[in-house]
Nanobody
């Protein structure tokens, strides 16, 4: 069983920056991908950014968010710049391991005030 520990998040004014981090541990199989999803109130969970060999970004965050990883530590970092009120959501770390098993962090709140 893979455990994901998230940190970062909080309250920031529009135009500001935040950094999220997520570390994975445990599990019998290698982690094939890690990334971040988010869920705003009343909306479905959506992908923000994921990384395998190279990063993928949702159109809504391209040019503003940067996902990086430290493979040796099974840790990913999401640098979020030029934040907008519409970025407000609970952000969930995700890892895909083994034959495609999904694991989720507990979620961290990001609130962007206008």
């Amino acid at each position: 069983q893979v455990q994901l520990v998230e940190s970062g998040g909080g309250l920031v004014q529009a135009g500001g920056s935040l950094r999220l981090s997520c570390s994975a541990s445990g599990g019998r199989f290698s982690i094939n991908a890690m990334g971040w999803y988010r869920q705003a109130p009343g909306k479905q969970r959506e992908v923000v950014a994921t990384i395998t060999s190279s990063p993928f970004y949702a159109d809504s965050v391209k040019g503003r968010f940067t996902l990086s990883k430290d493979g040796a530590r099974n840790t990913v970092y999401l640098q979020m710049n030029s934040l907008k009120p519409e970025d407000t959501a609970v952000y969930y770390c995700n890892a895909v391991a083994g034959r495609g098993d999904y694991y989720w962090g507990q979620g961290t709140q990001v609130t962007v005030s206008s």
